[in-house]
């Protein structure tokens, strides 16, 4: 059956308190309404989706969707001045080969594909099916002056949730009738019982909270970032200085520069390899190179930091991370280092396992300032941005 999505996110989300509508914001870095877009993407029985949005927002929610890649996006509509009119805008502009239409509040950015799918599957075998879960809580009415006039038996109670599915033929009678009757209701099924029509409950799910007050942001993101710890992206910096001595080796980037002073330190003090092993480190959240390979340690010493380098690739590729670039700067008084430039850049881009080009590798001088300028010692900053493999 051919099913459409109609998401309602045409509300002012007052009860948020944001000043702005609730779909718009970030939740666990994206928009609202692009975590619950995705989901509708990423369900293959859905073909087609018709979002409903304050009409001034239109061109805005147009341009974000297709930064975010969300596809089978039919139209924007303009929405109503309740939810009951936004669904009714949208679903004037439903494809016309739509058969089965599922209904889903934006502000229910925890939908998952296998939901959705289920709800479409009751709504095809009954007409009409929506997500609810049963009343867990001890159910009270109120009298008044805040006392309990009644426990409300809880055992036949549902909370309904959304999607909510049907028959396209179902649902424009619905609303039809509705608008006839003068009849309001906050979801579907309210409207299709208006008319007799059967509704399938469907066992949602407690995680799929529609986000209405401002704590509901900090349970959603909690579920977000569970289903999600890692992001596909990270960043890290590294800084390192080692003090200019005679009597040393000058290894920068693996590569021994002709110098009458070298670098200081437990192992081959090469400063540049350090300040990019800490990038590295720093993006996967280890720490930095002391933690891993302690001075203290008489392994290391004299070694190589090229080996330090390859050690901490592979442990940024244990974590399923790959470099995607790296831009190193060395701060130096003396001597030039343009000539070695290209050795310790292919150095580096070996133990990375990347091209060359992903490493980008500068000197400067400090024109004479501060402990570089005086020739006391060599820094080196290093950033790196690593994508998920
Ligand atoms: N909605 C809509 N058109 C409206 C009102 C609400 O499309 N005129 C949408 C909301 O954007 C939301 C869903 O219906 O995705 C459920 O509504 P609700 O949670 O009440 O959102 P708001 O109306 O925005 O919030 P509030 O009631 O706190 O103002
Ligand atoms: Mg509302």
Redesign the pocket.
């Known amino acids: 059956m051919q099913v459409t999505a109609i998401i309602?996110?045409?509300?002012?989300?007052?009860?948020?308190g944001l000043g702005t509508?609730?779909?718009f914001m970030t939740l666990a870095g994206l928009p609202l309404l692009v975590h619950t877009l995705r989901a509708f993407r990423d369900t293959p029985a859905v073909a087609a989706i018709v979002v409903?949005v304050p009409a001034a927002e239109i061109p805005h929610t147009e341009a974000l969707l297709r930064t975010h890649g969300i596809t089978k996006l039919h139209a924007v509509v303009a929405?109503?001045?309740?939810?009951q009119?936004?669904v009714r805008q949208a679903l004037a502009a439903v494809p016309p080969e739509t058969e089965l239409v599922a209904v889903h509040?934006?502000?229910r950015p925890l939908i998952t594909p296998e939901l959705i799918t289920a709800c479409i599957a009751a709504a095809a075998e009954h007409g009409a099916a929506i997500a609810a879960v049963p009343v867990k809580d001890t159910l009270k009415r109120e009298a008044a002056g805040q006392l309990i006039a009644a426990t409300v038996a809880r055992d036949e109670l549902w909370q309904a949730q959304t999607p909510q599915v049907a028959r396209r033929d179902l649902l424009e009678a619905a609303y039809a009738a509705a608008e006839r009757d003068h009849f309001v209701g906050t979801d579907e099924a309210s409207l299709l019982e208006h008319i007799g029509c059967p509704v399938a409950l469907v066992a949602g799910a407690e995680t799929n909270l529609?986000i209405?007050r401002p704590e509901d942001r900090t349970i959603a993101e909690a579920l977000l970032m569970h289903a999600n710890p890692s992001p596909t992206l990270r960043i890290g910096h590294g800084y390192d200085a080692h003090r200019l001595v005679e009597g040393r080796a000058l290894i920068l980037g693996g590569v021994t520069v002709p110098h009458r002073l070298g670098l200081l330190g437990h192992s081959d003090a090469d400063v540049l390899t350090h300040a990019l092993c800490d990038a590295i480190l720093g993006a996967i959240g280890e720490g930095d190179i002391g933690r891993h390979f302690p001075d203290s340690d008489p392994r290391y010493r004299g070694i190589s930091s090229l080996k330090l380098l390859e050690q901490v690739v592979a442990r940024m590729q244990k974590q399923g991370f790959g470099l995607a670039n790296a831009d190193v700067t060395v701060i130096a008084q003396q001597p030039k280092l343009a000539p070695q430039i290209p050795a310790m850049r292919a150095n580096l881009a070996a133990a990375c396992r990347v091209h060359e080009t992903a490493i980008n590798l500068k000197a400067t001088t400090t024109e004479g300032m501060g402990f570089a300028g005086r020739e006391e010692g060599i820094a080196a900053h290093a950033v790196v941005l690593l994508t998920r493999l």
Not at 8 to 16: D, H, I, L, W
Not at 79 to 83: E, L, P, Q, S, V
């Open positions: 309602p996110a045409g509300g002012s989300g007052q009860r948020m509508p609730k779909q409903a929405g109503g001045a309740t939810r009119e936004s509040d934006a502000a529609k209405t």
